[in-house]
């Protein structure tokens, strides 16, 4: 996108407890725990990154596109938008079983997103 660099300073794929705990400084019982998916570790991921490129805006999730046994074999996926150091949606996505798993990362971006959009606008108006 033209001009990117005047409001996107990065992202990064975060996808072992290890990296998750070095790099996003989650809690590594809580991580393990819960296999990195649960509203605190979004909600951690999502302050952290912000902190890591010194942004205003950032975005985490944490989550499930296939289904796995420690997921129960359901599809699900929680997510964080966070704002000035402060988490403003923390929310679980959930998906019907038999979802392909390109679907399902379709779906879980295109919900993130909106939720984004909704957000940038009423700060807008602030």
Request: charged letters at 25%.
């Amino acid at each position: 996108m033209k001009d990117a660099s005047k409001f996107y300073r990065g992202g990064m794929t975060v996808y072992t407890l290890e990296e998750k705990v070095s790099l996003l400084k989650v809690d590594q019982d809580e991580a393990y725990y819960c296999d990195c998916v649960s509203n605190n570790i979004a909600d951690t991921m999502a302050l952290n990154v912000a902190k890591i490129y010194k942004a205003d805006w950032s975005i985490a999730i944490t989550g499930y596109a296939t289904p796995v046994e420690k997921s129960g074999g359901k599809l699900f996926a929680y997510f964080s938008i966070a704002y000035h150091g402060k988490i403003l949606i923390s929310e679980k996505l959930d998906l019907l079983c038999g979802t392909e798993s390109v679907d399902a990362q379709l779906y879980y971006t295109d919900s993130i997103l909106k939720c984004l959009r909704s957000e940038l606008g009423k700060q807008k108006l602030t």
